[in-house]
Antibody, heavy 118, light 112 residues
Framework: EVQLVESGGGLVQPGRSLKLSCAAS????????MAWVCQAPTKGLEWVAS????????YYRDSVKGRFTISRDNAKNTLYLQMDSLRSEDTATYYC???????????WGQGVMVTVSS | DVVLTQTPPTLSATIGQSVSISCRSS???????????LNWLLQRPGQPPQLLIYLVSRLESGVPNRFSGSGSGTDFTLKISGVEAEDLGVYYCVQSTHAPWTFGGGTKLELK
């Protein structure tokens, strides 16, 4: 059974940093691209970042470029999102999702809440 | 960025009723490889999204066949033939033809 379990969320002050993790199991992690998708409270879904199978290619939405870094450790079956210079508008639930072809985001974690507030 | 517009934003239905949700794209979602990367997701209350349909009309494994998708180019439709209680939640269309991937604003399906 495919499982994605996020961790690392919490309350953080504006300008500070946070690192999210997503532990994957039930599939060959290194064979799949992975992504982070966020959902602000009572809002819709927004793609944040994606990473290729080996980690050599990364992609970001414009609003997080230069502040967020997506990475992965295939030996540990874990996806990461380093979030720096956090802003109040980054407040959201962050989901990690598996990227499959041609299905797109076919499995999602339960999500982790990030609150940016002073 | 591609803008996906879903209508209606809210849909009230009775159990057994058939309903449709529209997703319109600001540009064609036909990829140069001939595929159209338009998917449908369902997010039940308090749950993460789950994939229902991909490539416009292909049912994800395990998804009941009362769900169906259709459309091409810029206009797409999700149909539920006989709503069941477990179908309640928010439906999103999502495209991955053009970077960055974008989602529709969602359609909330509730009981009448």
């Amino acid at each position: 059974e495919v499982q994605l379990v996020e961790s690392g969320g919490g309350l953080v002050q504006p300008g500070r940093s946070l690192k999210l993790s997503c532990a994957a199991s039930g599939f060959t992690f290194s064979n799949y691209g992975m992504a982070w998708v966020c959902q602000a409270p009572t809002k819709g879904l927004e793609w944040v970042a994606s990473i290729s199978t080996g980690g050599g290619n990364t992609y970001y939405r414009d609003s997080v470029k230069g502040r967020f870094t997506i990475s992965r450790d295939n030996a540990k079956n874990t996806l990461y999102l380093q979030m720096d210079s956090l802003r109040s508008e980054d407040t959201a639930t962050y989901y990690c999702a598996r990227e499959n072809y041609p299905q797109g985001f076919d499995y999602w974690g339960q999500g982790v809440m990030v609150t940016v507030s002073s | 960025d591609v803008v996906l517009t879903q209508t209606p934003p809210t849909l009230s239905a009775t159990i057994g009723q058939s309903v449709s949700i529209s997703c319109r794209s600001s540009q064609s979602l036909l990829h140069s490889n001939g595929n159209t990367y338009l998917n449908w997701l369902l997010q039940r209350p308090g749950q993460p999204p789950q994939l229902l349909i991909y490539l416009v009309s292909r049912l994800e494994s395990g998804v009941p066949n009362r769900f169906s998708g259709s459309g091409s180019g810029t206009d797409f439709t999700l149909k539920i033939s006989g709503v069941e209680a477990e179908d309640l939640g928010v439906y999103y269309c999502v495209q991955s033809t053009h970077a960055p991937w974008t989602f529709g604003g969602g359609t909330k399906l509730e009981l009448k």
